[in-house]
């Protein structure tokens, strides 16, 4: 079983076909909408976490970019300098989805989990040394 939080891009010409349901339907996949902005005749994005078996999985993402769906697997596009942060814990209560954490009370040291992050960007706007970034959607 797999689980990835995905963004999908939607070019206008195919922001109205039922990509979803497809997903659901033809690929026995899972799917849980984080965010989405999708308007008619529009370009779209979506962010959801797409649960399944690796060959149903792998056969789903082959048909959204088959279709011109423009993927992007988040944990690919969240980074952390470790360098430049110096774990102030400034991120933490604007993480929705605790991808950032203390985990060791001693050290006080902010940890990324990047399974649990879902590109809100909040922390980026937080940051006071920009150490976290949020690479730009294909």
């Known amino acids: ?21 497809d997903l659901s339907r033809k690929y ?14 529009k370009e779209g994005h979506l962010i959801i976490e797409l649960i399944g078996e690796q060959k149903n999985f792998d056969e789903g993402i082959e048909y959204l970019k088959d279709n011109g769906v423009e993927i992007q697997f988040i944990e690919d596009s969240i980074t952390k300098d470790e360098e430049k942060c110096y774990h102030c814990g400034f991120c933490l ?13 001693k050290t006080m040291k902010v940890e990324l989990h990047k399974e649990n992050c879902i590109a809100c ?7 006071p040394v920009k150490a976290i970034e949020l690479s730009e959607f294909a």
């Open 121 to 127: 960007g909040y922390c980026v706007k937080v940051c």
């Open 28 to 41: 026995n996949l899972t799917f849980n909408i984080m965010s989405a902005q999708i308007f008619p005749r």
């Open 93 to 105: 209560p604007v993480c929705p989805t605790k991808a950032l954490v203390i985990e060791n009370r």
């Open 1 to 21: 079983m797999v689980s990835k939080k995905i963004m999908l891009r939607f070019p206008k010409e195919i922001s109205d076909k039922p990509f979803a349901s």
